[in-house]
């Protein structure tokens, strides 16, 4: 027989197996002599009250075997074939594209203009160290896109969009824990997620499709609503190709992209997003906040059988949202400018989330009407506002990849720090006015924000803690037009636009499920 039941217990059990069994076979009033397997179907953490529990959905079979399941995909072989598509980059949404592509006797063709995901970390390196920005290997651009090596947080609310089950699955396929489908929320880490990612670009070469590094997309020849070429551009040459599908997956920070559809007159629009800092306490602070502790021995005691905490915070502050963005447990804030004379800051975390500390981006939601001193540009009037407040971060940060700080409580009460704590951001801070790069309205709107997080978060609003700037690239501020249902450029009916880039996603299990959209819609 089999069941499902779902029940509250302890950290300590949870995390034991033997005790988890025994707990379940009182679940079901088993008697003795019965046979017992099960396996959890879904985990999350009740941190509500000061006993912390966990809830579990589990599948018990009694007296019975519990079947396996295995994870397989028919991936078809598709060098021969005559039906091919395009893709302009290699991140989730990309790489996605590509496996449906697969799935359905198309040859997929990814274009990056990044490096494998291999060779991209000398180039995180020489950021971090050296303070060196490769403006086409960086933390943005390269195989498997930004989210390969900012964390690779597999949560969403995107559950309408496409298959969320189907993109875990394959992640396990190419080498993901288990773990991620069951996880309420569920998470790669930056340390596991290259060898994946090279998973599943030996998955595409071996079914025949093709992966081209280093190589990036500088115009492309239009006839009869649709595009006939792409000319491109490597380290040694440039070539002109012929196409006749092109998926656009090129992520939030392909800057020269919107400017090249801009240029060709192709219609875009100016979409709202959200700027603001990294904020970083220690860990332990945010542990026990959190689980309700009010020493160190007993936030020890507790993280033996609980990870790392982490928070979500949300406020209304003069009719606009702030918010914490991409926390990061355990973690490490990272330089990700994609150009030298700018800083931008992103949070990542290893697999262990066992880094000293917490951290997240805090951020004001910004809408059109923000954008009006830039109308000169159009629909990338919120482009250059972006522009503008990492060039000032990048200027007042002493113009290297030294970002601009204060501690946190500092921040609330309009005061330059006289020192600044350890920080786990590897280039370094400066003590600074953050006023000064974020402006008034958005430095004002934090302000208010962080000082209703400290009171929903007693301990949070600390002097321990440290603001970082800036926090710019939550998401696009440009997206690209679709038919929405076709899924083509309204004006090009071979393009479509895809995944964060084009404004249709927000992490990557939403870039994934866009992917296969967008591979799903490709006509011949």
């Known amino acids: 027989m089999q069941t499902k039941l779902q029940f509250q217990t302890s950290p300590q059990i949870a995390a034991n197996d033997a005790l988890l069994k025994e707990e379940v076979r009182e679940q079901l009033l ?14 999350s953490i009740d941190a509500r009250g000061r006993a912390i529990r966990i809830n579990l959905s589990i599948l018990a079979a009694v007296n019975e075997e519990l079947p396996i399941e295995k994870i397989v995909f028919e991936y078809l072989h598709v060098s021969a074939s005559t039906r091919t598509c395009h893709i302009i980059g290699g991140g989730p949404a990309g790489l996605f594209a590509a496996l449906r592509c697969l799935e359905t006797g198309i040859k997929p063709i990814v274009i990056e203009r990044g490096k494998d995901v291999k060779a991209r970390r000398r180039d995180l390196a020489a950021i971090n160290k050296d303070q060196i920005v490769n403006p086409e290997s960086n933390y943005c651009f390269g195989e498997g896109g930004a989210g390969t090596y900012s964390d690779g947080k597999l949560y969403t609310r995107s559950n309408k969009r496409g298959d969320v089950e189907k993109v875990l699955k394959t992640l396990v396929f190419h080498g993901a824990s288990r773990d991620i489908m069951i996880d309420a929320h569920p998470h790669i880490g930056t340390n596991k997620l290259p060898q994946l990612i090279q998973q599943i670009r030996e998955t595409i070469l071996s079914h025949g499709g093709e992966v081209w590094f280093n190589t990036k997309m500088i115009d492309f020849t239009i006839k009869e609503e649709k595009i006939v070429s792409l000319l491109l551009e490597n380290e040694s040459n440039t070539k002109e190709v012929p196409i006749s599908n092109l998926i656009l997956a090129t992520g939030h920070s392909a800057r020269d992209i919107y400017e090249l559809l801009h240029t060709k007159q192709l219609i875009l629009e100016a979409k709202p997003f959200a700027i603001g800092v990294r904020a970083e306490h220690p860990q332990e602070l945010i542990d026990s906040i959190q689980y309700h502790c009010s020493t160190g021995a007993e936030v020890h005691d507790k993280r033996q059988y609980l990870p790392a ?28 400018a994609t150009a030298q004379e700018e800083i931008v800051t992103n949070g990542w975390s290893p697999s262990k989330r066992n880094n000293p500390y917490a951290n997240s981006g805090i951020v004001v939601g910004l809408e059109l009407k923000d954008f009006e001193p830039y109308k000169e540009f159009g629909p990338l009037a919120g482009l250059e506002l972006q522009k503008k407040l990492e060039k000032l971060a990048w200027h007042h940060g002493g113009k290297t990849q030294t970002a601009p700080a204060q501690r946190l409580a500092d921040f609330t009460n309009g005061k330059i720090s006289s020192s600044l704590p350890a920080c786990s951001y590897q280039p370094g801070l400066r003590s600074v006015d953050l006023r000064h790069v974020l402006g008034p309205m958005i430095g004002e709107a934090l302000k208010a924000g962080l000082k209703s997080f400290g009171g929903k978060m007693r301990g949070y609003l600390t002097n321990e803690a440290v603001v970082v700037g800036v926090e710019s690239r939550t998401s696009t501020p440009v997206r690209i037009p679709r038919d929405k249902d076709l899924l083509h450029h309204p004006q090009l009916t071979n393009l479509f636009p895809c995944g964060e880039g084009a404004g249709y996603a927000g992490g990557i299990m939403s870039a994934a499920m866009d992917g296969e959209r967008c591979a799903n819609s490709i006509k011949f």
């Open 30 to 43: 088993l008697k003795e002599d019965s046979t017992l397997q099960f396996k959890i179907l879904k985990r």
């Open 309 to 336: 905490a982490s928070y979500s915070l949300v406020q209304q502050i003069g009719g606009r949202g702030v918010y914490s963005f991409c926390m990061c447990p355990g973690g490490i804030i990272a330089p990700c």
